[in-house]
Each structure stands twice: as C-alpha cells, then as structure tokens.
C-alpha cells in the first residue's frame, strides 16, 4: 500500500520495515526503560510534559485499579479477574490517541481503554462479579462490551468499520467527523481464525480499523514462539496492509504509533496492524498459577521495564513532578481503591427482565412478546408462594 500517501506523518507501509523477533533494533521507542527520551526517524510525540503526567496518571490508577480487583476476586467477591499488569502503557498510549468518534472493541482485558473511555470501573466489575451482562451502553464512550470469545471482536470491528464508511464519516477531511475503529486482541488470539477473517475483510473493504495486538509473550501457557515463525506485526503484509511493531512499555511510542495509524485509517487508507511488544507480568486470570509455566528470571527481567517506573523516571530526572505531585496521585488511588471495593459489594441483584433491554437500540415486537411472556412465568412464582 506504498501508494498511499497523508500529510499526518510517514506511509507507514514504507516505514515498517523488518525486526527481529526479541523486540529489535528497529522497534519504535521514544522512551527508554531508563526514562530518557529519544528519537525515531519516522514517529514522534506531539503533546508536552503535562501530557505526559497524565498518562503517568492514567497508568498508576488503572494499575490500582488492576490491583483492587485482583484483591477482591481472592476474598470472593468476583467470580474472575483478567490481570493486565505491565500492559498500562499499551492501553493508555492508545486509548489516548482515540478521538471522541472512534470506537474501540476490547476483548477482556482492556480496563485501561475502558478508563481512556471514562468507563467507570465498577461497570467492569459488575461483569466479573457476575450481577449484569456487560450491558453498559456502547454509546457511553464509543467503547463495545467485553468480549470473551476470543478473537471474534475482531469481526464486529471490521463489521462496525465498513458501516462507517458506508455513513461518510471516512476520509472528508474533517477532524471533527473522520472516525476509525480500533479492535484489541492478545498474541494468543492471533492465532484465531476470526482475527485472520477479519484482516481478510478490512483489507478487501479497506475498513479504517486498526488492529491492536498486545503481545504480552503468553497465550495462557503457550509461549509466543510456539504461535509464530515470525514477528506478529509482519503477518499484515501477507494480507495487504502495513504493521508495525512498537515498545507496548512506552506509552509515549504506543500513543505516537497509534495515533499515526487511527489517522491513517480516518483519511481512508484503510487498516494496519499495531503489535505492541509487552509483558503480561501478572496471571492470565485469576484462576492461573504462572509460576507453572514461565521462569522467575524473565519476569525479573522485565520488571526492569515497568512502563510506570519509565515515566516516573522521566518526570523526576527532569523536575517535572515533586513528592507533592506523587503523594496526591497515591491519595488518589487510594480514593479510587475505596470507590472499588465499597461500590463492588453494593452492586445491586441483576433483574431478569433487563436482559431483554439489551438485544438491539430499539425493541422489536418479539421482543416484547418474550419479555411480557416471561414476566407473567416470573409472576407465577409468586401466586404459589414463591418469590422471584
């Protein structure tokens, strides 16, 4: 697709070239595991240092957020928990770059797109704890449900981005009404005949979607290298369209990659594929024991890479943050801890009914006969002296 050109940045079906399959030298970096920042030939990041304490912001609170739930799976009160520990930068570098038309599809994992997206975080709870159906408006911060079957979210991104070119929201020119979608999926998920399909239908259709792997080595127990012959991002070539590789620990390049290929897809040059190189530092759920599978020394390893303690590094070498700024951010989270864990154990019963209220925008006849139907069976139960 090198005969697509843009006046965002660099085609990005010339600019993504080889890497090698440990990251690379060529892996897009802008700050490094020291917090030091440095250059690339082709990304950069446009926002200043406030911005950057933002992100910083962002990556704390979905860490505690992360680190609450966590907790309140292991004292019973969520049935699961899907961990994301060392992803932060991964998901708040892109879910920055999002503007307010885009939509994202998450599989469920994505509680730090789901903040992006001013998702309160108890909604993410109420799906783990078992008491709704994940049925928060997907109009509520362009952000679909969470999707546990893997792979297929994928599929309503493509779906969803063909339909917006179709509504003439792709490639005006207009920042204010160009929109793209962005689909998340994990190394593991890759491997999946629905994430293939959809690349197939995104790049016939060229469908502003952006493919966002976060390859965080392990597919549950199965290590990356047994998944793939080659880097992840270079499987987009064989479809038509360009990918790239990006250090999934930097939010500052995630954030740059992400926007350059959102951009990309909003001026209608259709999809790429972004592999964010991370690790997944905790379980793969609450329910796994990684210690089963994966050695201590690699974890080790990459904790030197926190994408937290990256930024907390740029922003002290430089004096732009004193103890002040961290310890109100450590009072903030433990506001947000206390939100969690009080608000999660009053989250209310579901009511059987509201299930019908969240098949399709408006209610259809049948619907309606189904919902009345079971209303009078719930009813039943009472008239014989039971309760529903």
Known sequence: ?????????????????????????????????????????????????????????????????????TALQRHGELGIWAQLLGQEAAQIGSGRALRKQDFAFPTYREHGVAWCRDIDPLRLLGLFRGVDQGGWDPNDGNFGLYTIVIGAQTLHATGYAMGMQRDGVVGTGDPDRDAAVVAYFGDGASSQGDVNEAFIFAASYNAPVVFFCQNNQWAISEPIERQTRIPLYQRALGFGFPGVRVDGNDVLATYAVSQAALQRARDGQGPTLVEAYTYRMGAHTTTDDPTRYRLSEDLETWKLKDPIQRVKAYLTRNGLADQDFFEELDHEAEKLGEHL??????????????????????????????KAGYAAYLDSFETTGGHR
Do not use: N, W
């Open 341 to 370: 864990r009080e608000g999660c154990r009053a989250l209310p019963e579901p009511k059987p009914l509201d299930v019908f209220d969240y098949v399709y925008a408006e209610q259809t006849e049948e619907l309606a006969e189904q």
């Open 1 to 69: 697709m090198s005969e697509h050109k843009s006046d965002f940045g660099p085609d990005l079906g010339e600019v993504f070239g080889p890497h090698q399959a440990d990251g690379g030298p060529d892996l897009v970096q802008l700050l490094t595991p020291e917090g030091e920042r440095v250059e690339h030939p082709d990304f950069s990041f446009d926002l200043d240092d406030e911005a950057i304490k933002g992100f910083f912001r962002d990556m704390v609170l979905t860490r505690r957020i992360d680190t609450e739930a």
